[in-house]
């Protein structure tokens, strides 16, 4: 298989499932993320989409529909053996096919973490019907080990907008408003993804130094993504035209090179986070609790002045309450609760 790299990475030009037995060893991949073609003429793409193809490299290899289920089933069956225990696999689909890749994905060991919807603009233009303006994201691991989830990688807990809802919050949750870049006068992929979208897949799912692996290359966007996060990056893409087009772009890039540009989150720094609650933590966190009660403190209140004392964040002290059957006790944000006993 050709090869192109930079630096140790290294990207194979072939298919992905002779090309991934042939060169990466079991539980090798720490990230796998991966956008198959759709099974839908993508070599037609360009009908659906309003945009001028004239800088949209040729040689998309598409997956006829009758094979789709085999092939999904052969390449996730790879994706499966590939990553390590614990390691992340996120898999961009269209609807058409997304019952294959589905089957195909309860077939292996891998577990759903998310399914994620990601919304972009200027979706596909119709007359008669809504406009069709979302991906699916399928987010699993592999089981046995430990999932790399950078909680405050982007937002730090803490972090508030001006209305006071968490921001951390916000960007976790599983609808994702992503815009498509709009790239005039550059070569690219049929429907490369963006920057943007991969990045905040990378740098959840991912450590600096950590192998990110991409089965269907295409414009290399994963790879120049990882890469520019100072991650290690590797993959396979079956056109020539597009590997050789893409993979000398690589060449010419900066690892690390994107971190600059990252938002610097305010982590928080509290004292327990994370830690499992002990028996006596728990009976100072009823004690506490009792005597707030008293005092007729409102719920928010008391969720905050608790969670300085325990040093844990609210959804920590809201859940171990719960636990305890305290937190129902309270009977809304303004209002005092029943006199526990
Ligand atoms: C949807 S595109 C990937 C786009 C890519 N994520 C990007 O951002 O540019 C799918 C790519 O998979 C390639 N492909 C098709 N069959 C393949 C196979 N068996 N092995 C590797 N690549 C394949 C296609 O040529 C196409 O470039």
Not at 77 to 96: D, F, H, N, Q
Not at 138 to 152: A, C, D, H, I, W
Not at 212 to 225: E, I, Q
Not at 298 to 322: D, P, S, Y
Request: charged share 25%; aromatic share 10%.
């Amino acid at each position: 298989m050709k090869q192109a790299s930079l630096q140790n990475n290294i990207f194979y030009n072939g298919d992905c499932v002779t090309g991934a037995r042939e060169y990466l060893p079991d539980n090798s991949v720490d990230l796998l993320i991966t956008d198959p073609p759709y099974g839908i003429k993508g070599d037609q793409l360009h009908k659906h989409y309003n945009r001028n193809e004239e800088f949209v490299i040729g040689g998309y290899v598409e997956i006829p529909q009758k094979e789709y289920a085999d092939f999904s089933t052969a390449w996730i069956k790879e994706a499966e053996r590939v990553l390590r225990p614990g390691g992340s696999l996120y898999i961009v689909s269209g609807y058409t096919n997304l019952v294959d890749i589905l089957n195909a994905l309860r077939t292996t060991c891998l577990r759903e973490i998310n399914h994620v919807i990601w919304k972009y603009n200027f979706g596909v233009f119709t007359r008669q019907k809504y406009v069709s303006s979302h991906y699916h994201i399928l987010f699993y691991e592999k089981p046995g080990g430990v999932r790399t989830f950078n909680l405050e990688c982007r937002y730090g807990l803490d972090e508030k907008t001006e209305e006071g809802k968490s921001l951390n919050n916000f960007d976790r949750e599983d609808v994702w408003m992503i815009n498509r870049e709009y790239k005039p006068g550059q070569a690219k992929n049929k429907n490369e993804l963006p920057t943007k979208l991969l990045i905040k897949m990378i740098q959840y799912s991912s450590n600096e130094g950590d192998l990110v692996c991409d089965f269907f290359l295409g414009g290399f966007s994963t790879a120049n993504v990882a890469i520019g996060l100072n991650r290690r990056a590797t993959g396979f893409e079956i056109s020539r035209q597009m590997f050789d087009a893409k993979s000398k772009e690589i060449e010419t890039l900066n690892p690390g090179g994107l971190i600059s540009d990252l938002r610097n989150p305010t982590v928080s720094t509290l004292e327990n986070f994370g830690t499992p609650w002990t028996d006596e933590e728990i009976q100072r966190l009823k004690e506490g609790f009792l005597q707030l009660a008293d005092k007729g403190m409102t719920k928010a209140k008391m969720v905050a002045q608790l969670g300085e004392a325990h040093g844990r964040g609210r959804f920590a002290i809201v859940n171990a309450l719960k636990k305890i059957n305290c937190y129902n006790r309270i009977k809304s944000p303004s209002t005092t609760l029943d006199k526990f006993s």
